[in-house]
């Protein structure tokens, strides 16, 4: 292969991926005006519908002009060799291969979230405001955006500095050593993100004794699910939309709720919610699926090590000397017709999951409370209550409120 063949194949793909994600969300936006199917036909009245339409359609506008500014300056990057230009400039810095591929990889992110601010700013301010969900202020907004930069600058940067390091000392076998330190950190991170990354962006604080904490604590020892780390997390702080979620492993598993979740949903939901929560820990979702992405990261590296050392990787982006930062920007566009098969296969797993998570849940608490649960946080988010069925397999990693509620239906006969 040669490297204008693999230049013109890398454009392909970058156009195709663009290509599907708007023919899918042309789909879905054409699928929005479907009448309300009975089962879920309480969960908006005929204005609040009206809003979640609206909320919708501004979405999809929205999501053209942004994706759209996106690929053109990608392919702007690639066709006035962009990339050559940015990695002479870190060249000039250092020649080094790992500040070089730091500096390349720093200027790439920052005058990339910079170019983005405008569309996060539009989509935060207005749309969110427009419709009632925003709560992020100024001064939040501009923090939050200092703190990724320094978390993607310590860990990104850490974890590229350590791959390139393996790959200087045993070129052949570097991706082995590399999986060993990124599952390492992967496991770290499963355990105490909760603790160590979330606390940079949210207050976390105990839920306090009270009727609330007692009956998830007695509802957990009755199924048999220790738990002592019951927290809530000041998610009002930039939005009125509800979540919970469970994180950790073993002794640091904790259940996170969001303060929102607590004002909007009745005790009786809130259980429901994390009896399907408790329901993946019971069936081991959580652990193989990180059992599942060691074993995708490890192929990938894999696969990786394969073509990092080929000089047309950087040819093609009209550098004359290959660079390992370079080869991974190429091998990430290459590998990304398998990410999308993957995450295919992924979502597919986890949407069954879901269903099981949710029998769970029936089984051992109450279906109405869960289906009336998540009807009301449906009604919150203005979810969108018909998605088009090709745009539920492509993107959706649950399944929609209707096929929740008719497979929770059927629990019944």
Do not use: C
Request: aromatic share 16%; no cysteine; charged share 20%.
């Amino acid at each position: 292969m040669t490297a204008d063949l693999l230049f013109w194949i890398l454009i392909g793909i970058i156009i195709f991926d663009f290509v599907i994600d708007q023919v899918l969300d042309y789909l879905n936006s054409t699928y929005r005006k479907k009448t309300i199917p009975e089962l879920v036909k309480d969960v908006y009245d005929d204005e609040k519908y009206k809003k979640q339409q609206s909320y919708s359609l501004e979405n999809y506008k929205f999501s053209i002009i942004s994706s759209s500014f996106s690929i053109i300056l990608v392919l702007l990057m690639f066709l006035f060799e962009g990339f050559a230009f940015v990695d002479k400039i870190a060249k000039g810095y250092s020649d080094n291969p790992i500040f070089i591929a730091l500096i390349f990889f720093g200027i790439l992110m920052i005058a990339s979230d910079i170019l983005s601010i405008p569309f996060a700013y539009y989509d935060t301010f207005v749309i969110e405001e427009k419709y009632g969900f925003n709560k992020t202020t100024g001064k939040t907004f501009i923090l939050d955006k200092i703190k990724s930069w320094f978390l993607i600058a310590v860990l990104g940067g850490g974890i590229l500095s350590l791959i390139i390091w393996f790959y200087r000392l045993d070129e052949a076998n570097f991706w082995l050593f590399a999986w060993i330190g990124l599952s390492a950190i992967m496991l770290f991170m499963a355990m105490f993100y909760s603790n160590i990354i979330v606390p940079l962006f949210n207050k976390q604080s105990p839920l306090q004794e009270g009727e609330l904490r007692t009956a998830i604590e007695e509802f957990s020892k009755k199924v048999g699910y220790k738990l002592k780390n019951i927290y809530v997390i000041d998610g009002s702080k930039r939005s009125t939309k509800a979540n919970a979620y469970f994180t950790g492993l073993g002794g640091k598993k904790r259940i996170v709720l969001y303060d929102t979740l607590i004002s909007e949903l009745t005790k009786e939901q809130i259980i429901a919610v994390l009896a399907h929560e408790i329901g993946h820990y019971k069936k081991k979702h959580t652990l193989i699926g990180i059992f599942t992405s060691l074993i995708q990261t490890g192929i990938m590296l894999f696969l990786f090590s394969l073509f990092a050392g080929n000089p047309i990787l950087s040819e093609a982006l009209g550098i004359s000397t290959p660079g390992f930062h370079i080869a991974l920007i190429v091998f990430g566009l290459l590998y990304s017709p398998v990410s999308i098969v993957l995450g295919l296969f992924m979502n597919t797993v986890s949407r069954k999951n879901e269903y099981a998570a949710d029998k769970y849940a029936a089984q051992v608490y109450n279906s109405e409370h869960l289906i009336s649960g998540l009807k009301k946080l449906s009604s919150e988010n203005l979810s969108n209550l018909t998605p088009h069925p090709w745009y539920v397999f492509f993107t959706y990693s649950h399944p929609t409120l209707l096929q929740r509620i008719e497979a929770l239906q059927k629990l019944k006969v």
